[in-house]
């Protein structure tokens, strides 16, 4: 690693020592989003501490977004996962048309999780349609902050 006033920049020897571990050179980048008309965010930033707290860099994109402010977020921030918290049950809705709108970006190593009140019946077709996984209340943070970093692809 080069040092320069004060900014530290990769060397090629250091990337040649990092490549079994690409995540080892940048932080995972998540971005936690509310879609639709839901009013109700604690649960999200809650998550967004849990996953900072982890190591993560965190974006949070405040409520009532649509799915294609979501999507276009995700892609400027150049994200590695992006939460869905959702609580309206309008999940059916909502997440399948963020999981296709971040494919049709080219996002299709991103993950989508989802995070809040999903019946257990729709969990199938949300996994199906994309979702990678769907956290219910309860929930532990670790186990949140586990699943995204032994499912973030080096990119």
């Known amino acids: 690693m080069l040092s320069v006033a004060g900014f530290n920049f990769l060397t090629a020897d250091h990337r040649q020592l990092t490549t079994d571990n690409k995540m080892s050179d940048r932080k995972i980048r998540v971005l936690v989003a509310k879609p639709g008309l839901d009013g109700h965010d604690r649960g999200a930033k809650i998550i967004a501490r849990a996953l900072r707290d982890a190591g993560m860099e965190v974006i949070y994109t405040g409520l009532r977004q649509t799915p294609e402010m979501i999507a276009s977020a995700a892609l400027q921030e150049d994200v590695d996962a992006v939460g869905i918290s959702i609580l309206s049950g309008a999940h059916n809705t ?3 048309r963020i999981v ?15 995070g809040g009140i999903v019946p257990q019946e729709d969990i199938p077709e949300l996994k199906a349609n994309g979702v ?11 186990d949140i902050v586990t699943f995204i ?6 990119s």
């Open 100 to 114: 296709n709108l971040l494919r049709d970006n080219g996002m299709d190593d991103t993950l989508v999780l989802v």
């Open 132 to 142: 990678a996984e769907i956290f219910l209340p309860g929930t532990s943070t670790e």
């Open 94 to 96: 909502l997440c399948p």
């Open 149 to 154: 970093k032994q499912n973030v692809r080096d």
